[in-house]
């Protein structure tokens, strides 16, 4: 195998692993807003702390 294609499967890998990261971290980013609107926002968690 030569040193490009290796180069080219470890920077497909790289970037399917990050894809996959971001998917994830704009989910919980929207879950944890929908969280947020659902007490009240930021003021409503205060309160419940």
């Known amino acids: ?3 490009i ?3 080219t ?3 497909n890998f790289i970037a399917t ?3 996959i990261a971001s998917d994830e971290i704009a989910e919980l980013t ?3 807003q929908k ?3 659902d007490i009240g926002g930021v003021e409503g968690a205060k ?3």
């Open 9 to 11: 499967d470890v920077n």
């Open 1 to 3: 195998m030569s040193e």
């Open 35 to 37: 969280e947020l609107d």
């Open 30 to 32: 929207n879950k944890s």
């Open 5 to 7: 294609g290796i180069e």
């Open 17 to 19: 692993k990050l894809a």
């Open 47 to 49: 309160e419940k702390l």
